[in-house]
């Protein structure tokens, strides 16, 4: 059973950075595509980075140039690197693992508030 642990949320100012990572088991880490989603108060959950087990990179408009998505298949871990952070990035933070037409796993999620 696929299990995903997320760490690394909490209070930053505007401008601010986060490091959030997630942690992978259950399974065969390298062959899943994974992914970070937000949800905001009184907002549909919504994509924010994916990362292919290749390695290609996709990001939401609001977020390109500011987040990086990584992963390290060794340690079976997906980072969201997340700089010059926004009010409007407040939300909760969820790690995706997901094979394409097969499966699909979520993390608990982590709080990320960015506020002065």
């Known amino acids: 059973q696929v299990q995903l642990v997320e760490s690394g949320g909490g209070l930053v100012p505007p401008g601010g950075s986060l490091r959030l990572s997630c942690r992978f088991s259950?399974?065969?880490?390298?062959?899943?595509?994974m992914g970070w989603y937000r949800q905001a108060p009184g907002k549909q959950r919504e994509l924010v980075a994916t990362i292919s087990s290749v390695g290609t990179t996709t990001y939401a408009d609001s977020v390109k140039g500011r987040f990086t998505i990584s992963r390290d298949n060794a340690k079976n871990t997906v980072t969201l690197q997340m700089n010059s952070l926004k009010p409007e990035d407040t939300a909760v933070y969820y790690c995706d693992a997901r094979r394409p037409f097969l499966d699909n796993y979520w993390g608990q999620g982590t709080q990320v508030t960015v506020s002065s």
């Open positions: 259950g399974s065969s880490f390298s062959i899943f595509v």
